[in-house]
């Protein structure tokens, strides 16, 4: 088994070392919602999310799921935190009715890319022993029990060790040991994207955690760095825990590492101006050991969710539908449907490549689920008419036609509407756009060299596609402030926009080292990212 293997067709995880607790009592909801980081009231019943709890300066004491049951929730907290955990959480039982006490598990899993709708409904019926979460970056299924255990077993593998390392680092788990996390700010580790809510309403800790947060960010924070293994020249892992510099200032921790193909990939704790996706950087340790990479941002995967590996899988499958390769066709699009199962363009594409075999009943069939998730699907009919006509069923045939006839006036219906309200929606932003620029037009009577008119009124033209006249106020923004990060991301898209592509990535190249030492990494990131694009 290969990583992609493990992540696509799904592989099975041992859970070991966290400790499972029952939490119950008619005030359950309330007492967790207040006492955890993260916002219980989005989390669904069988599933469960990341949380953690902090001191009063947002420290970390410990991480945890919280799994939300009919009338109860499950607490499954690292075995190393559980103790501190418990005596945390019951110290604030006071008059609340709120009881929590250990609950015993067999062997605990974590299937990685289950789709919940792939469950029966005997096996969601007959015991609560599953939750859906995600975990080292992938979602799937926690589950433990012998139904489930067999139930899983039965198309899915244990994945190799090596493979979970793998992505125990390209997740950022790596960085989640005790010792990396406890007693220190959230913000500086994953769990200030995994565990916290910053719009949930007042946690323990969450002032301080909160300024730091709508101020500049940590000023440390995990990352990956990309290397090319033929370039290292010795043992990266003896470098595990020490510190680097690069530009000859001290930029980070080096973490852990794995390899992925020809590269070397590095864990490591990037101060806040070299944290720019794509960035090529030369790290510099203190006996003189360096390398080059590439930043990237966690999770390494950016197809986390099913949904965004189902689309990935079907893209595959549709380029090889399209160079008449149907086998390759129909394995990738299959993947793509056990991943989610509720896939209508995969289902529809294919019961095509099933009919063009002249699988008909098996075509109809996909067709027939396609119908299931997208009653108003015309297609579904129209194939579903020309396949009973191939199989000589002549009144199925006029049948399907019928009701595709009706569904196509109901869909160019639709459609009239949809166009309607789009014309509806780009009048009233023309107008809103043009208030806009009379607005700076009549600032700038009054002083032509006002920064702030200058800028709005070159972003402005940039919208209305007026590119000569954004060009002009957008490069006086520069004359007058060279420090004005997105006056430089504004100008690199006018220049994209005129075909000037050169002084485009001279601008962003510029624009990057302006914003990433004055900390504002949303439009640093954004100008690196348009650069990596047109190199």
């Known amino acids: 088994m290969d990583l992609y293997e493990a992540r696509y067709r799904g ?19 309330t007492y967790i919602q207040n006492h955890v980081t993260n916002d219980i009231s989005s989390c669904e019943v069988n599933s469960a999310q990341l949380n953690s709890r902090l001191d009063r300066g947002g420290k970390v004491q410990s991480y945890f799921y919280v799994g939300k049951k009919e009338g109860y929730y499950l607490l499954i907290v690292p075995e190393v935190m559980a103790e501190t955990t418990i005596s945390e959480l019951e110290k604030f039982i006071i008059m609340e009715d709120v009881s929590i006490s250990a609950l015993e598990t067999s062997q605990v899993y974590f299937s990685i890319s289950s789709d919940f709708l792939n469950l029966s409904v005997e096996d969601k019926k007959e015991d609560n022993k599953f939750l859906f979460l995600n975990y080292l970056g992938e979602e799937g299924f926690l589950f433990w029990g012998e139904r489930y255990t067999k139930t899983f077993f039965r198309s899915k593998k244990l994945v190799p060790k090596s493979i979970e390392n793998q992505m125990r680092v390209l997740s950022g788990w790596s960085g989640l040991e005790k010792e990396q996390v406890c007693g220190k700010i959230i913000n500086e580790n994953i769990l200030n994207e995994l565990a916290i809510s910053y719009s949930k309403g007042c946690f323990l800790g969450q002032e301080t955690v909160s300024k730091i947060q709508n101020n500049r960010g940590a000023s440390y924070y995990p990352v990956i760095i990309r290397a090319d293994k033929e370039k290292l020249s010795g043992d990266i892992k003896s470098y595990q825990n020490q510190s680097f510099k690069v530009s000859n200032r001290k930029a980070g921790t080096f973490i852990s590492n794995t390899t992925l193909e020809n590269d070397v990939l590095l864990l490591v704790s990037l101060y806040r101006e070299f944290r720019i996706e794509g960035r090529h950087i030369k790290i510099l340790f203190d006996d003189g050991f360096c390398l080059e990479g590439k ?20 893209y595959k499958g549709l380029h090889f539908f399209q160079n008449g390769d149907d086998e ?11 991943l989610f199962s509720s896939h209508a363009d995969a289902l529809e594409s294919i019961g095509v490549i099933l009919g063009r075999q002249g699988h008909y009943k098996q075509a109809i069939d996909y067709m027939d689920r396609l119908l299931e998730i ?16 191939k199989m000589g069923k002549i009144e199925e045939a006029e049948e399907e036609k019928s009701q595709a006839a009706v569904k ?8 009239a509407k949809k166009k309607k309200e789009k014309e509806e929606l780009e009048k009233q932003v023309s107008e809103s756009l043009k208030k806009k620029e009379d607005m700076f037009l009549q600032v700038l009577a009054l002083d032509e060299d006002d920064v702030l008119a200058n800028f709005g009124l070159g972003e402005t033209y940039l919208k209305k596609n007026e590119l000569q006249k954004a060009l002009m106020h957008l490069q006086k923004v520069l004359n007058l402030n060279s420090n004005h990060s997105m006056a430089y991301l504004v100008l690199g898209k006018v220049y994209e926009g005129l075909g000037r592509l050169k002084e485009a990535g001279e601008v962003y190249t510029r624009g990057v080292d302006v914003a990433s030492k004055k900390g504002e990494m949303k439009p640093a990131n954004e100008m690196q990212a348009r650069l990596s694009k047109i190199l």
Do not use: Q
């Not at 041992?14 to 909801?29: E, M, Q, Y």
């Not at 930043?295 to 079907?314: C, G, Q, R, T």
């Not at 997208?374 to 006509?389: I, P, Q, R």
């Not at 196509?408 to 459609?415: L, Q």
């Open 11 to 29: 592989g099975i995880l041992a859970f070991n070392n966290w400790r499972f607790l029952k939490i119950s009592g008619s005030d359950c909801d």
């Open 295 to 314: 930043v990237s941002f966690l999770p390494f995967f950016k197809d986390k969710s099913l949904k965004e590996k189902a689309d990935k899988a079907y």
């Open 328 to 338: 390759s066709a129909l394995e990738n699009l299959k993947v793509c449907i056990n």
């Open 374 to 389: 997208d009653k108003d699907s015309v297609m579904a009919h129209t194939n579903k008419s020309l396949y009973f006509m």
């Open 408 to 415: 196509s006036f109901a869909f160019y219906g639709r459609e």
